[in-house]
């Protein structure tokens, strides 16, 4: 059975911080693993990794993929209190000819002033 | 670019009626939309993959005569609760992609909160 687990579950820091969010994942036919931050609404898209040890960046924000050991994390400097939202890893994944995200529960986080 | 629009964003109503959200992508052509669904601090559950001019495919587990999709033009996916009961509250998100079968990422509605009492 294809598994996403994210982790802390939350996390709460002070403005300034650095914060790591990890994500593990077992699926069959891995292809990307996507990164989102959700707010109150729909999730917005944050980083697609398809390749292995490669660093992406943005702004204060970046993430990196390792496909040996099954792993991504998302690493987010200086936080700032518009971080505060759950952020969602997916993996997708190809079955039967098409692709499918399988979203993780998230990790919950809360920047403090 | 690539906005995706979702009908309508709170809906509460009584035990039996019958939903429907529609998911319209704004500025594309969305040759592929998702329809999830997630519970309170839970994560977001694929429920159906929807192809324009196609049958939806449906996720193990969910009910295709319970949530009937529609996907009848390149720019408008709809999902209808049937008979809707109490334990079909939930938040519906439906996302959409540019292309069939694409590795590429998929662009979220805000989501529509069904409360059914």
């Known amino acids: 059975e294809d598994k996403v687990v994210q982790s802390p579950l939350s996390l709460v820091v002070h403005e300034g911080d650095t914060v790591t969010l990890n994500c593990s994942y077992e699926v069959t036919n891995f292809r990307s693993l996507l990164w989102y931050k959700q707010e109150k609404k729909a999730p917005t898209f944050l980083f697609m990794l398809?390749?292995?040890?490669i660093e992406k960046k943005s702004g204060r924000l970046s993430s990196i993929l390792d496909k040996k050991e099954l792993f991504s994390i998302l690493n987010i400097t200086a936080t700032q209190t518009g971080d505060s939202a759950i952020y969602l890893c997916?993996?997708?994944?190809?079955?039967?000819?098409?692709?499918?995200?399988?979203f993780g529960t998230g990790t919950r986080l809360k920047v403090l002033a | 670019g690539a906005v995706v629009s979702q009908h309508p964003s709170w809906v509460i109503c009584k035990s039996g009626t019958s939903v429907k959200i529609e998911c319209r992508s704004l500025d594309f052509q969305a040759t592929t939309m998702f329809w999830y669904r997630q519970f309170p601090k839970q994560s977001l559950m694929l429920m159906a993959t929807s192809n324009e001019g196609s049958k939806a495919t449906y996720e193990q587990g969910v009910e295709k005569d319970k949530f009937l999709i529609n996907h009848a033009s390149l720019t408008l996916s709809t999902l209808t609760v049937t008979s809707a009961h109490p334990e079909d509250s939930s938040f519906y998100i439906c996302s959409a992609s540019t292309r069939r079968n694409s590795n590429q990422p998929q662009h979220f509605g805000d989501g529509t909160r069904l409360s059914i009492l």
């Open positions: 997916a993996p997708i994944l190809s079955t039967s000819g098409t692709y499918k995200y399988i």
């Open positions: 398809t390749s292995s040890g």
